[in-house]
């Protein structure tokens, strides 16, 4: 079953736009959600090292889970793989901002680990002095990516894109393991 829901815009987000999807069950759809929130943008910065952004990302995640009293994610290069390329094709606009397609990005990673729930949060903005920690903040904001953020969940997968505009676009799977 997919389900598609709209929120409201939240202006206090600032410039972030931001999109959840949610799988549970051995490698099959049985609930899926997206929701998209699109919001205005601030002054635009300098090119930023996109690797070092990623693990800027999974830190500030794992500090927010700790600050819950959970376990840190562990950080899978290969789901990182998935992620950015998800990222590089929204930024590229191959494919429309969300989740268009997380079918197979689930597949892939159950190729790579036997999973039986997997989440996806996906960002984009402009202009931030720290794209990554502002895509962080709004998700943190959000109930529906907060509620993936310290779900239970033990493995991502980070990928961010920045396209020729100056936009970022910020993928992270979330994979609970059998």
Do not use: C
Request: no cysteine; hydrophobic share 35%.
């Amino acid at each position: 079953m997919l389900k598609n829901n709209r929120l409201k815009v939240f202006p206090l987000f600032g410039g972030v736009v931001l999109g959840i999807a949610i799988i549970l069950g051995g490698g099959e759809i049985t609930h899926s959600s997206n929701s998209e929130i699109i919001l205005g943008a601030k002054p635009v910065n300098a090119a930023s090292d996109v690797a070092a952004m990623e693990k800027s990302v999974h830190n500030q995640i794992n500090q927010y889970r700790s600050s819950k009293g959970l376990s840190p994610l562990k950080f899978n290069t290969e789901i990182s793989k998935i992620a950015r390329e998800h990222s590089q094709q929204m930024a590229d606009k191959q494919v429309p901002f969300g989740h268009s397609g997380s079918d197979s990005r689930y597949k892939k990673i159950s190729k790579l680990i036997k999973w039986r729930g997997v989440a996806e949060n996906v960002a984009y903005n402009q202009g931030y002095r720290d794209p990554g920690k502002s895509a962080v903040e709004g998700w943190i904001k959000s109930p529906g990516h907060q509620q993936n953020m310290v779900g239970k969940y033990e493995v991502t997968g980070i990928g961010v894109a920045k396209n020729s505009k100056g936009e970022y676009y910020f993928t992270q799977l979330f994979v609970s393991q059998r």
